[in-house]
């Protein structure tokens, strides 16, 4: 277990915030559905990325100007293509998306002053945003299952592991979580996994929010 970071992520937050990630592959959205499922409410930082490429985002003429290499409308299957080979543009895309991201969290966070938030992001740690969850949760799987998944749904294993390699090694993800999730041995288990930890979570939900009526 890591050190234990703040109740909520910002001063007058009543919701325990707890980040959600893992490798490529690994099922980090399979779990945020089956917590959402025991009642979470779960912010999908992927889908908010995915509104930079949008025409009339304030961000997409500067994503545009960033690969005058594509051809055509830049979307988020070539940007990947272009930045899992270009460390540099990967990292100039991420200066300008991560900013955004954060700020849109905290438009979600102001709909949501109650209850446990589950934010799945896949670059928790490497971003520095597990600083603000008060709990962390971290997916693995066998690094052959998550081949095999992403074979099927189309990747070559060379992408597959320029992915990985654009993020922090498994172990070290595991090494800082709270709580680790294993995704290899099939959705029950999974899911019988997920409870665990969500009961967990709400104990310590309710034993802060009492800490908090105590203070007052």
């Known amino acids: 277990m890591s050190a234990k970071r703040g109740f909520g992520s910002r001063p007058g937050s009543g919701a325990l915030l707890v980040g959600l990630t893992g490798s490529f592959g690994t099922g980090k959205s399979t779990a945020a559905r089956l917590f959402r499922d025991r009642g979470a409410q779960v912010i999908d930082t992927d889908r908010l990325a995915h509104e930079v490429f949008r025409r009339g985002n304030r961000l997409y003429p500067k994503i545009r100007a960033l690969f005058p290499e594509i051809q055509g409308t830049v979307n988020r299957a070539k940007v990947a293509r272009v930045v899992f080979r270009n460390a540099g543009k990967r990292k100039r895309l ?4 991560h900013p955004y991201v954060f700020g849109r969290i905290s438009e979600e966070l102001r709909r949501r002053q109650k209850g446990i938030v589950v934010i799945e992001v896949p670059l928790l740690f490497e971003s520095g945003f597990h600083r603000k969850c008060a709990r962390t949760v ?29 993020q922090w090694p498994l172990g070290r993800k595991t090494a800082r ?40």
């Open 138 to 166: 971290v997916v693995k799987a066998r690094p052959s299952e998550v081949v095999r998944r992403l074979r099927f749904k189309g990747f070559s294993k060379g992408e597959v592991e320029a992915r990985w390699r654009a």
């Open 94 to 97: 991420e200066r300008l998306v």
């Open 177 to 216: 979580a709270d709580f680790i999730i294993e995704n290899s041995k099939g959705l029950g288990r999974t899911r019988a996994q997920v409870r665990t930890v969500w009961n967990q979570l709400n104990r310590i939900e309710r034993s802060l929010l009492k800490h908090a009526k105590r203070k007052r």
